[in-house]
C-alpha cells in the first residue's frame, strides 16, 4: 500500500515537499514513480526512483525543480518541488513497480493522491 501525502497550496515560486509512504513492503524493493494529473488532462509522468542503484528520473517539465529521494528507514520516498509554477496544479499521485516506466499502465501499485495548487 502507499500512502501519498504533503500536497496543499502555494504561491508561485513556493515549495512543497510530497512524501509517498510504503506499507506491505520495503520502498526499496520497487521503483517509485510520480504521475499528476490536471483536471480535464491525462495523468502525465513525472519523476521515478529506480529499486537498485537509486538512479532517478524527471520530466523534462520539471527538471531542475523538482527532486525525487528515498529514506530507506523511513520507507518513503520523497518529491520535493521548489520554483512551482501555477502548471504544476495537479493531484500527484506516486504508484510503484519493479522498474521505473513513464507510463501510467505499467505500475503494479497506487497511492490515493494528494493536491498540490499554485497560485498565481
Known amino acids: 500500500q502507499l500512502q501519498a501525502s504533503g500536497g496543499g497550496l502555494v504561491q508561485v515560486g513556493g515549495s512543497l515537499r510530497l512524501s509517498c509512504a510504503a506499507s506491505?513492503?520495503?520502498?526499496?524493493?520497487?521503483?517509485i514513480g510520480w504521475f499528476r494529473q490536471a483536471p480535464g488532462k491525462e495523468r502525465e509522468w513525472v519523476s521515478c526512483i529506480s529499486s537498485s542503484d537509486g538512479r532517478t528520473y524527471y520530466a523534462d517539465s520539471v527538471m531542475g525543480r523538482f527532486t525525487i529521494s528515498r529514506d530507506n528507514a523511513e520507507n518513503t520516498v520523497y518529491l520535493q518541488l521548489n520554483s512551482l509554477k501555477p502548471e504544476d496544479t495537479a493531484v500527484y499521485y506516486c504508484?510503484?513497480?519493479?522498474?521505473?516506466?513513464?507510463?501510467?499502465?505499467?505500475?503494479?501499485?497506487w497511492g490515493q493522491g494528494t493536491q498540490v495548487t499554485v497560485s498565481s
Open positions: 504508484a510503484a513497480d519493479p522498474r521505473c516506466w513513464t507510463g501510467p499502465y505499467e505500475y503494479d501499485y
Open positions: 506491505g513492503f520495503t520502498s526499496d524493493e520497487y521503483a
